[in-house]
């Protein structure tokens, strides 16, 4: 009995003794390591606070980019690579490039992994940089996306374009989605048109009811004299005659919405002051078979043609879009794709 319990305490010293080993050899290489690790802490301690500077550093970044979203993601951009870059060189320092390679074969599966099951997170986040860079808005603008979405610009994040509908509702719409979309930017061009149509009788002189509208627009508080309002003759009606107005609007100096509706106001009511005569919708049976004219016929007394709708009419090109466009392009950077001698 006494020699099996001996050769128990035998075989149990010839197992834990190895193991005790073991660990006296780990204690001995940590105590030897403990100068480098505290290193590689102190290491990583200094590139975590040069990446905090970094990201709240905003100097150098204002000469990259005037966008305030660009140079945010760049600042961020930056300070993760500090930060990874700091602990490459802690690890390099304890020779741990085994677990280097471990840790960027990690983050490339796991880049892979992340790629897939946030790709329209990484979609929107890319199309916030190109947007940023790009620029075709600007905080207030007011913007039509898709031939659907309208309202003005409150902000572009890194993941959506937020707008304040008309009716005052938030409107978000992914940055991946707006990147992709036709956008119409009523804001970037200060000069907007507006224009509205008029019936008049058959009988009104056409010259008279041009010129009694141009000036009661040019008296509407908000329409450019220069560019200048101007109408068309639109379309000869069964009982009118359609007249079509247009007039400018500096939307920095007026709101377009009211000026078109003052205009509208103030063109009726000058028409009324000219006894400028609205179409009456009518239709008149006639069974008499008699050789006089239509105008005696149906009541309408002749008027004689005046000179001046016998006069011709300026037809010639407007050139005022043309103008506004050169201006532009004259402040305008980027290449035109379009003009001669373009790659």
């Known amino acids: 009995?006494?020699?099996?319990?001996?050769?128990?305490?035998?075989?149990?010293?010839?197992?834990?003794?190895?193991?005790?080993?073991?660990?006296?050899?780990?204690?001995?290489?940590?105590?030897?390591?403990?100068?480098?690790?505290?290193?590689?802490?102190?290491?990583?301690?200094?590139?975590?606070?040069?990446?905090?500077?970094?990201?709240?550093?905003?100097?150098?970044?204002?000469?990259?980019?005037?966008?305030?979203?660009?140079?945010?993601?760049?600042?961020?951009?930056?300070?993760?690579?500090?930060g990874v870059l700091g602990i490459l060189v802690a690890l390099e320092l304890l020779q741990a490039t085994a677990l280097v390679g471990a840790v960027l074969g990690a983050a490339g599966l796991l880049g892979v992994a992340l790629g897939?099951?946030?790709?329209?997170?990484?979609?929107?986040?890319?199309?916030?940089?190109?947007?940023?860079?790009?620029?075709?808005?600007?905080?207030?603008?007011?913007?039509?996306?898709?031939?659907?979405?309208?309202?003005?610009?409150?902000?572009?994040?890194?993941?959506?374009?937020?707008?304040?509908?008309?009716?005052?509702?938030?409107?978000?719409?992914p940055n991946a989605?707006?990147?992709?979309?036709?956008?119409?930017?009523?804001?970037?061009?200060?000069?907007?048109?507006?224009?509205?149509?008029?019936?008049?009788?058959?009988?009104?002189?056409?010259?008279?009811?041009?010129?009694?509208?141009?000036?009661?627009?040019?008296?509407?508080?908000?329409?450019?004299s220069d560019p200048r309002p101007f109408s068309r003759v639109e379309k000869l009606g069964d009982w009118s005659v359609v007249v079509r107005f247009f007039a400018w609007v500096d939307q920095q100096l007026a709101d377009w919405y009211k000026v078109r509706s003052e205009g509208l106001r103030r063109v009726k009511v000058a028409f009324d002051d000219a006894d400028v005569m609205m179409p009456i919708p009518m239709q008149q049976i006639d069974f008499r078979r008699l050789q006089m004219p239509r105008s005696v016929a149906e009541g309408v007394p002749e008027s004689p043609r005046k000179d001046s709708e016998a006069q011709a009419h300026d037809v010639g090109r407007d050139f005022v879009l043309e103008k506004q466009m050169a201006n532009d392009q004259a402040v305008d950077a980027e290449p035109n794709l379009l003009a001669e001698g373009a790659p």
């Open 1 to 82: 009995m006494f020699f099996k319990s001996s050769q128990a305490i035998t075989w149990t010293e010839e197992l834990i003794a190895p193991a005790m080993e073991r660990v006296e050899e780990r204690i001995g290489d940590f105590v030897t390591m403990l100068p480098l690790i505290v290193l590689a802490i102190a290491i990583m301690g200094v590139f975590a606070v040069a990446a905090r500077f970094i990201s709240n550093w905003q100097t150098p970044f204002r000469w990259l980019s005037k966008s305030a979203l660009v140079r945010g993601i760049l600042q961020q951009m930056v300070a993760t690579a500090i």
């Open 116 to 173: 897939f099951a946030f790709r329209d997170v990484a979609e929107n986040y890319l199309s916030s940089i190109l947007l940023g860079l790009r620029r075709p808005f600007a905080a207030n603008d007011h913007v039509l996306i898709n031939n659907e979405h309208e309202g003005k610009v409150m902000r572009l994040t890194t993941r959506e374009t937020v707008l304040m509908t008309l009716e005052g509702n938030h409107l978000r719409l």
């Open 177 to 224: 989605m707006v990147y992709k979309a036709v956008i119409l930017n009523y804001t970037r061009n200060p000069l907007r048109l507006f224009q509205f149509e008029v019936g008049v009788d058959t009988a009104s002189d056409l010259v008279n009811v041009q010129t009694v509208g141009i000036e009661a627009l040019l008296a509407t508080p908000g329409v450019s």
